[in-house]
């Protein structure tokens, strides 16, 4: 082949690989605009659908932009833990109830039944693997904050009668979940055999969902699960394992510092996903720990 064929074919080519990266990076953020767009959508829909529900939403407080100064050391417990920062406002009107519904549910049964995994990605797989080896058929099974009923699902996928907590009223259009909110718990503080808590405590105490700062949220939120769970009963537990950082105000990473003082007063038993590394990795990964209410 000639040297003046070679090069106009690698003229060629290189012009059709510049032309097909460029038609996937319009694609790619084709997608993504499309993608922002129908969120935007489904946002208008539900302020709609909820003012013409339950009326005008009550005023939320506005998440603290910063950690005052006389808590940033229990923050980052003496200066071991980072502090990154990445705002957010996720409060809700307390007058807005999530509504669970039935076709909600049967979605979901079909998605397991399929073992296709939802938001935690890998953390999903892992529960399935828990759930083999820790079944909960015929147990009564808490779940512990919830924005769909994604868990709740798997509970009724694998034999379990689901409750759940949050501090948000959740109206249940499905017989087969039953839901309280913390002050209803509270008041009747009823105990269950296995507790799940899935990306849930890590954000305890941050005050993005308008929850007040408290250094210790989290572990308070641990040990209040000790009332919550019969003696002896299991807690499924999920958050991030990476090096230790405060992501203010959203979430928490547990690494060789505060992940034993997360778990103090439990017994751990098994772990799903977890390799010794993740402790000190940049925490993205999520794996599920079997603990016992000893």
């Given amino acids: 082949m000639s040297t003046d064929l070679e090069r106009e074919l690698r003229s060629a080519n290189e012009s059709l690989r510049e032309r097909a990266l460029a038609l996937a990076k319009r694609a790619n953020d084709m997608e993504r605009f499309h993608n922002a767009a129908m969120s935007r959508v489904a946002y208008w829909r539900e302020y ?139 008041n009747e503080r009823p105990r269950f055999d296995v507790a799940w808590s899935i990306s849930s405590f890590e954000h305890d105490g941050l005050g993005m969902y308008g929850d007040p700062l408290d250094p210790e949220g989290d572990l308070k939120a641990m040990q209040h699960m000790k009332d919550v769970v019969k003696p002896d009963g299991l807690l499924f537990l999920s958050l991030p394992v990476g090096k230790d950082k405060v992501i203010f105000n959203n979430a928490r990473i547990y690494g060789r510092h505060r992940l034993p003082m997360l778990m103090e007063g439990w017994e751990k038993i098994d772990t799903f996903g977890l390799e010794p590394e993740h402790l000190d990795g940049p925490g993205h990964i999520q794996p599920v720990f079997i603990l016992r209410n000893a």
């Fill in 48 to 186: 709609a659908l909820s003012t013409e529900l339950w009326g005008n939403p009550n005023p939320t407080n506005t998440p603290p932009k910063d950690i005052p100064s006389e808590m940033k050391n229990g923050f980052t417990m003496g200066d071991v833990a980072e502090i990154i920062y990445n705002y957010g406002d996720t409060t809700y009107p307390d007058n807005w109830p999530t509504i669970y519904t039935e076709f909600q549910v049967e979605q979901f049964l079909k998605q397991i039944d399929r073992r296709e995994y939802f938001i935690y990605g890998m953390t999903d797989v892992w529960m399935w693997e828990a759930i083999e080896k820790y079944p909960v058929m015929g147990l009564d099974v808490v779940n512990m904050g919830s924005l769909t009923p994604w868990y709740e699902s798997n509970c009724i996928y694998f034999g379990a009668r689901p409750t759940t907590i949050d501090y948000n009223r959740i109206v249940s259009r499905t017989d087969r979940i039953q839901t309280m909110t913390v002050d209803e718990w509270e």
